[in-house]
């Protein structure tokens, strides 16, 4: 008895869940990505390589890297 879930076993409502979570996932670390590259590492709290690997970490890596790894601009 196999019991696996496969994806042909998935109903259409959680396969769009998936497909949507993927890409809010890979849109948020690119997005994380493109931010530590482009700024200056006084821009950023701590190394800019540790939030770039923490940004790999689900979801949690890219939000927190933009809730608390970038300094807020002095205007």
Known sequence: MDKRRRWADAGTG?????????????????????????????????????????SFVNFVGPLLYFALGRQRSQR
Request: aromatic content about 8%.
């Open 14 to 54: 959680t396969r769009v869940g998936i497909i949507v979570a993927g890409v809010v996932q890979f849109g948020l670390l690119g997005a994380a990505l493109v931010d530590i590259g482009r700024r200056r590492p006084d821009q950023v709290n701590g190394p800019r390589w540790a939030w770039a690997l923490a």
